[in-house]
């Protein structure tokens, strides 16, 4: 880089000397001629020089804000820099693509628990909301009256038990999300699980006169691994939905397959089924495919979100297929318990 330099000044020199020389110029004029010439040779050498370095002095100066400099990789290059600005620039380019994924994974979860909080809010909000309403008509004369006080004091208990059902609900998520439960596994018989599931939601089956069938293939275990009580919340939380959204006179129907080393179990109904477009979604906490709808039949709209939770918990997955007004099929998987 200097020897570029000084030969350009002496060319510049030369050709100040000459033009010097050939107008017998002035002492004013040579040191005019002299500093023009000096600025046109500053410029060129600015524009070769500096055009050429630029890009790589950036890489350096970002390199040099680094955090972790201890990254940098020094070889002597052409320049005698003790930098390889091909592998400097490569690193650059990851630390910052690393950041912008940082920076898009804080801004996701930021979004996530400003959506998550709005949602917590107002599905708190309802039911303490109608709770107060009946309390203060209750205060406000009803209390006397024999028809309104019965009526609005179960409407307030079941407002307040769907309180309850919502706290318990997110309490269940946060406690599977925190690694809290361990895998504590044991063989699970398939069979009796899901009759006593279907014992304990009967009187909910009958209100619509659904029938409630398990079957299953000959010859199977029916035994799988899993925490008993979540894998029944599981079933539970699928047939009580499928009673929900059923249509009257229907079935609720739990099938078991077994499929190499896993069990197959499929929840079936001939309901009201989900639109296409919300299948997506359907697994999302406090998604509800019709919200009205679904806050008149009570519930947390945590249920669904709540077995996804579990699944991943024993490492398995659940899909879901359905055709609108002729009903949906849930289905997931478990280890199967073999030689039992």
């Known amino acids: 880089m200097s020897s570029i330099l000084i030969a350009m000044i002496i060319s510049m020199l030369l050709l100040a000397l000459i033009v010097i020389n050939i107008l017998q110029a002035e002492t004013y004029i040579v040191f005019i001629i002299f500093l023009i010439s000096f600025l046109v040779s500053f410029i060129a050498i600015r524009f070769i020089l500096f055009r050429h370095l630029d890009r790589r002095f950036k890489i350096i100066y970002k390199l040099i804000n680094r955090s972790d400099k201890s990254q940098l990789t020094r070889v002597n290059d052409k320049f005698g820099e003790n930098l390889t600005f091909d592998i400097a620039e490569n690193d650059v380019e990851e630390w910052l693509s690393q950041k912008n994924e940082e920076q898009l994974a804080l801004m996701k979860q930021e979004e996530y628990r400003r959506e998550y909080i709005g949602n917590v809010s107002h599905e708190l909000k309802t039911p303490i909301f ?25 409407r307030a208990l079941n407002n307040a038990e769907r309180l309850q059902t919502i706290v318990e609900d997110l309490d269940t998520i946060s406690h599977i999300e925190s690694g809290k439960p361990e895998k504590d596994f044991v063989p699970i018989d398939l069979q009796h699980l899901s009759l006593d599931v279907f014992e304990d939601l009967s009187q909910k089956a009958k209100l619509k006169n659904i ?130």
């Open 130 to 154: 109608n709770i107060q309403g009946f309390i203060q008509t209750l205060l406000q004369g009803g209390i006397n009256d024999d028809e309104v006080n019965i009526k609005f004091l179960q």
């Open 211 to 340: 029938k409630l069938i398990f079957k299953s293939e000959e010859g199977i275990s029916r035994k799988v691994w899993g925490d008993t009580a979540m894998i029944r919340q599981v079933i539970t939380n699928l047939v009580q939905n499928a009673i929900k959204y059923g249509k009257e006179d229907g079935f609720v129907k739990i099938r078991i397959y077994e499929v190499a080393d896993k069990m197959l179990i499929e929840i079936a109904d001939n309901g009201i089924g989900i639109p296409e477009e919300s299948l997506p979604k359907l697994f999302e906490r406090f998604y509800r495919v019709d919200k009205g709808r679904s806050r008149e039949m009570g519930g947390s709209g945590l249920g669904l979100s709540i077995v996804k939770h579990i699944l991943e918990h024993h490492n398995q997955t659940i899909q879901v297929r359905s055709t609108k007004e002729e009903g949906s099929v849930f289905s997931f998987t478990l280890d199967l318990v073999k030689n039992e």
